[in-house]
C-alpha cells in the first residue's frame, strides 16, 4: 500500500533554511501530484506548493520565492528547500499525493504523511 514518510523538520533561527524530505514507497512521482501542507497550532491546513506528474510547481503566496518543491523521479522522493524561514513558518509539514497526474484540480489528496515538526524561532 501507498506510503509518505516525512523527514528533515526540527528547529532552525529565523532567516535559517532546512530541506524536508518525503519518501514515497508503491507510489510513482513520475505519474501524480503531490504536494506539501503546513498545519500550525490552532489553524487550518494550508498548502504550499504542488508538483505534477509532469514537474510543473505551484506556490501558495506565503511561501513563494523562499521556498522550492523538488522531486527525484528515480527514488520517488519529494523534498521541499525552505530559505528565510520566519516564526510564522512554523507548523507541522506534511507530503500528500493524489491518484492524478496534474495539480489543477480540486480532487482531494488521498494519501497522507504522518508530518515533521518544523519550528522557527
Known amino acids: 500500500h501507498v506510503q509518505l514518510v516525512e523527514s528533515g523538520g526540527g528547529s532552525v533561527q529565523a532567516g535559517g533554511s532546512l530541506r524536508l524530505s518525503c519518501a514515497a514507497s508503491a507510489y510513482s512521482l513520475s505519474r501524480y501530484c503531490i504536494g506539501w501542507f503546513r498545519q500550525a497550532l490552532g489553524k487550518e491546513r494550508e498548502e504550499l506548493a504542488t508538483v505534477s506528474g509532469n514537474g510543473d510547481a505551484t506556490y501558495a503566496p506565503s511561501v513563494k520565492g523562499r521556498f522550492t518543491i523538488s522531486k527525484d523521479n528515480a527514488n520517488d522522493t519529494l523534498y521541499l528547500e525552505m530559505n528565510s524561514l520566519k516564526p510564522e513558518d512554523t507548523g507541522m509539514y506534511f507530503c500528500?499525493?493524489?491518484?492524478?497526474?496534474?495539480?489543477?484540480?480540486?480532487?482531494?489528496?488521498?494519501?497522507w504523511g504522518q508530518g515533521t515538526q518544523v519550528t522557527v524561532s
Open positions: 500528500a499525493g493524489r491518484n492524478i497526474r496534474s495539480c489543477a484540480t480540486h480532487l482531494p489528496f488521498r494519501y
